[in-house]
């Protein structure tokens, strides 16, 4: 057993429990979630994007399929990646800094399956009509 205290304020006397005192964190992961003593969400985002990368580059050899539709590849996208990026994020309170942190791992994302390079010099709102395009069938 571990104790945390939550919010400001001093940290937790010791409290004996069964003879045995409790450790005090600042931190823990609960189903899948990281839940910081400040009660931001930012430790949770960047963990979450961490996982998300990776399986975003152990499915590289899909996203520079040419056989597969871009159509599919964006629902791979979507059922996938997202699912992991997005886990638990309905107790998220997000402030600009992160809401952008999600967006930059967004379109990089996206520009990995649509395989532009940094350096091709690709708007963002070039990427997104790209997709646009694609969902619309034209």
Same mark, same amino acid.
Not at 29 to 44: F, M
Not at 129 to 137: H, P
């Given at each position: 057993?571990? !104790?945390?205290?939550?919010?400001?304020?001093?940290?937790?006397?010791?409290?004996? /429990?069964?003879?045995?005192?409790?450790?005090? +964190?600042?931190?823990?992961?609960?189903?899948?979630? +990281?839940?910081?003593?400040?009660?931001?969400?930012?430790? $949770? =985002? !960047?963990?979450?994007?961490? =996982?998300?990368?990776?399986?975003?580059?152990?499915?590289?050899? /899909?996203?520079? @399929?040419?056989?597969?539709?871009?159509?599919?590849?964006?629902?791979?996208? @979507?059922?996938?990646?997202?699912? !992991?990026?997005?886990?638990?994020?309905?107790?998220?309170?997000?402030?600009?800094?992160?809401?952008?942190?999600?967006?930059?791992?967004?379109?990089?994302? @996206?520009?990995?399956?649509?395989?532009?390079?940094?350096?091709?010099? /690709?708007? %963002?709102?070039? /990427? !997104? $009509?790209?997709?646009?395009? @694609? %969902? %619309?069938?034209?």
């Amino acid at each position: 057993m571990k !104790i945390q205290n939550l919010g400001a304020g001093k940290s937790t006397p010791f409290l004996p /429990v069964c003879g045995h005192s409790l450790e005090e +964190v600042t931190e823990f992961t609960y189903l899948g979630s +990281v839940q910081p003593t400040t009660g931001r969400c930012q430790p $949770d =985002i !960047i963990r979450r994007i961490g =996982i998300a990368s990776t399986s975003m580059h152990s499915m590289k050899k /899909v996203w520079r @399929q040419i056989r597969l539709q871009l159509q599919t590849k964006l629902r791979l996208y @979507q059922t996938c990646i997202l699912s !992991i990026l997005l886990y638990g994020s309905v107790t998220w309170t997000l402030l600009q800094e992160e809401l952008q942190k999600l967006e930059v791992f967004h379109m990089r994302s @996206q520009r990995m399956i649509l395989g532009i390079c940094w350096h091709d010099f /690709v708007r %963002n709102t070039e /990427v !997104i $009509d790209i997709q646009n395009c @694609q %969902n %619309n069938g034209t």
